[in-house]
C-alpha cells in the first residue's frame, strides 16, 4: 500500500511535474487560460463575456476554470458542462467537461486543424443557458493579427 502510493506519487512527479504542485507553477510549455463559468450563465474571460481566445494548433492548454452555480445543478452536482464543437457541431474528442463549484484545471490541447471552434455548456444551467460560451480560434501563427 505503502510502495503503491510512493509509485502513485513519483508518476506524478515525473509525467505530471507541475500540474501536481502549486496552481501558480503549470507545464512550462502550456499555456494556461483562466476562464470563468459564471452565475449569469456566461463564459468569461478577463470580464470579457463569450470570448473568443486565439491558439495554435495542437496547442497544449489548461482551462483554469472557476464555475459558480447559475440557476440549476445538475443530479452528479455540476453547475456547468463544457464540450468544444467543430463547424459541422460535432464535438471535439477530449473536451467534454463536467463543471463543479469552485476551480478545476482541465489538460486539453488545441485541435490540430485551424478553424473557428465553438465551446458550449452542455447543462441547462438556467434559462439563459443556450447562450453560454466561447470561441476557440485556431490559427496558424502566420495568419495572426500582429499587435
Ligand atoms: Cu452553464
Redesign the pocket.
Known amino acids: 500500500m505503502r510502495n503503491q502510493l510512493q509509485i502513485a506519487l513519483l508518476a506524478c512527479t515525473l509525467v505530471s511535474g507541475p500540474t501536481c504542485r502549486a496552481q501558480s507553477s503549470p507545464p512550462l510549455d502550456a499555456r494556461v487560460i483562466e476562464l470563468t ?1 459564471d452565475k449569469d ?1 456566461r463564459f468569461r474571460l478577463g470580464g470579457k463575456i463569450s470570448p473568443v481566445i486565439e491558439v495554435r494548433p495542437g496547442q497544449a492548454l489548461i482551462l483554469r476554470i472557476v464555475a459558480v452555480r ?1 440557476q440549476t445543478v445538475a443530479r452528479d452536482g455540476s ?3 463544457l464540450a468544444l464543437l467543430d463547424k459541422n457541431m460535432d464535438p471535439v474528442p477530449g473536451w467534454r467537461f463536467f ?1 463543479h463549484p469552485g476551480v478545476q484545471e482541465l489538460a486539453v490541447a488545441a485541435p490540430s486543424e485551424p478553424g473557428r471552434y465553438h465551446a458550449v ?6 434559462d439563459n ?1 443556450e447562450g ?1 460560451g466561447f470561441t476557440l480560434w485556431v490559427t496558424e501563427p502566420k495568419e495572426s493579427t500582429k499587435q
Do not use: K, Q, W
Not at 121 to 126: D, L, Q
Open positions: 463559468a450563465s447559475a453547475v456547468h458542462g463543471l455548456c452542455t447543462i441547462v444551467c438556467s443557458h453560454m
